[in-house]
């Protein structure tokens, strides 16, 4: 069974800090997706890697993908308030989905 | 393109009764997952499936939980008898086939009494 570990679970940080959060799995894939969800909310779809080396942006988040390192990284640059939430990566194999157990961030003044 | 849609959004159900949550896919996309989503906990796989066909459902208890993808109409995930123990979020996704990412609908939060 393909297993997704990120850490860390709990991420408090300070307004204005940088961080990562990392997100190992067991298994080879080239198919690694960020997922966001807001408390009591859905998921929303962030980032789709697709290849190693694969980098994305979108405002002050960035995801990277490490094929042959089996490692994605979800960074976080000069963290906002409103980045608190959970955040999940997936990794794509056949057609199924395997999702990390989440990492709760929370930006604090 | 109307999303992931799930109805009801909220089902409080006693124990022993059925649950019945339903869940359209996007247009376009053929593959259906259901998820279980507990408080401040990740989220488990339960099935996956297409147009009538169970593709995998090794995630699902062996007991009293079934679901369907018929030719016409929503998804179905059925759960029997319910417990305390059920009382979860359920999240349906749908995709096309891949590489695209999942898009999630918005949840039935089932509460057992």
């Known amino acids: 069974e393909l297993k997704v570990e990120q850490n860390p679970l709990f991420l408090s940080m300070q307004e204005g800090k940088n961080y990562t959060i990392y997100c190992n799995y067991s298994?080879?894939?080239?198919?690694l997706y960020w997922y966001r969800q807001d408390p009591g909310k859905s998921l929303e779809s962030l980032f789709v890697?697709?290849?190693?080396?694969a980098v994305k942006q979108e405002g002050r988040l960035m995801a990277s993908l490490d094929t042959k390192a089996r490692l994605s990284t979800l960074h976080i640059t000069a963290a906002v308030h409103d980045l608190s939430a959970t955040y999940f990566c997936a990794v794509g194999t056949g057609n199924q989905f395997y999702f990390g157990t989440g990492t709760s961030l929370t930006v604090i003044p | 393109n109307a999303g992931v849609m799930q109805n009801p959004r909220h089902l409080v159900r006693r124990r022993g009764q059925e649950a019945r949550l339903r869940c359209s896919p996007m247009?376009?996309?053929?593959?259906v997952y259901w998820y279980r989503q507990l408080p401040e906990e990740g989220l488990k796989f339960m099935v996956y499936?297409?147009?009538?066909?169970?593709?995998?459902e090794s995630g699902m208890p062996k007991e009293r939980f079934s679901a369907e993808f018929p030719k016409e109409g929503p998804s179905i995930l059925r759960i029997q008898q319910v417990v305390r123990g059920d009382s979860a979020a359920y999240f349906c996704?749908?995709?096309?086939?891949?590489?695209?990412?999942?898009?999630f609908g918005p949840g039935t939060r089932l509460t057992v009494l």
């Open positions: 996704a749908s995709s096309p086939p891949p590489p695209e990412s999942c898009s």
């Open positions: 298994t080879t894939s080239d198919r």
């Open positions: 247009k376009g996309h053929s593959h």
């Open positions: 499936l297409q147009k009538e066909n169970i593709i995998d």
């Open positions: 890697l697709l290849s190693n080396g």
